[in-house]
């Protein structure tokens, strides 16, 4: 098995001032390529403290994948610290200055001199093309370690993995086949709640069952090589079936993609009313291109369930949606939802026990809680359900 690790670099992500969503994408990109990381280390802009650990993990890994400080800073120090490691010294790949210069240009911009440090390379490595953006990549081979040097914005990262990187590493590996991931989310229900009724599985060898805790949801992941699949999917109904009602989803897809694919499919418009939760559900489905035909965040006010079922009718009927979806203010941990139909409108009374959590993470939840209700009425399920950490009190449905 190859040992695949990243070393992600700068002050700004050892201290936390940025999150390295870098390495969470190429972790997960690597899973499913076969390839999955052994390890992942972070340093920050130190000459010394890179070339240290160039050096020490070129003596365990097999593939480095080095992710920042190719910048025309005087802090971008990753060639250098390649070269140095290398024992050796930085030239100037003319080819690649050239390549700037156009890019500049070409934009009606000058380069500025600080630029020419981009094209700057250890001796013996092979330039990486970056084709949207600057800073080139390069690779080296260090002791045991094939390591490729990458620019840090995340655009131009993952189009250099992608097209650069991994044909180069398909050559010259055998990739193992992918392993398996199945996953489902669910909502409502806490980790502990899902792991009483899971760890007792039986699971086939070398299959894990993880679980990811991301407030309002759980993920279930169950995991193993490409060799038990046919196990693994026997055993996925039962996950399932634990999973009950709080199961949202399946996939990675995510919630508002799939409501949004499916409104689509329909023909259905959808207009919103939000309060509490501040346009969050729109900015969700809007992503997604959902059918979006009205939207508006209205100042929290007090309103009985009646009220919010006459307001979403209302506004399905203003607006000639084909559906509309109403969130209330939030009065004493308590909520209103009510999503109006061609049928009729189906009105929640909800009590979230998260008063102890933020204001951004209850408009979370309550986002979450008024997707699931569209995802339970488009799938022909009652659109209230049980969940373990919220009640509904009342429910009512008006012609």
Known sequence: MLNVEMLSTGDEVLHGQITDTNAAWLADYFFEQGLPLTRRNT???????????????????????VNGGLGPTSDDLSALAAATAKGEELVLHEAWLSQMERFFSERGRVMAPSNRKQAEIPASAELIDNPVGTACGFAVQLNRCLMFFTPGVPSEFKVMVTQEIMPRLRQRFSFPEPPLCLRLTTFGRSESDLAQSLDPLTLPPGVTMGYRSSMPIIELKLTGPAAEREAMLK?????????????????TEGLPAQIARELQARNLGLTLSEQFTSGLIALQLGREN????????????EETLAQTAHWAAERRTRHFAGLALAVSGLEQDHLNFALATPEGTHALRVKFN???????????????????????WLNDKPVASEHGWINVVESQFLP
Request: charge should be negative.
């Open 290 to 301: 959902a059918p979006l035909l009205a939207s508006e965040v209205a100042p929290s006010q």
């Open 235 to 251: 055993l996925w109904p039962e996950v399932r079936r634990v999973a009950g009602e709080s199961l949202i989803f399946e996939g």
């Open 43 to 65: 340093v920050g802009d130190s000459l010394d403290s890179l070339v240290s650990i160039l050096r020490e993990r070129s003596e365990y890994a097999d593939i480095l994948i």
């Open 354 to 376: 998260t008063s102890r959590h933020s204001l951004a993470l209850r408009q979370e939840v309550c986002a979450m809680m008024a997707l699931n209700i569209l995802r339970r």
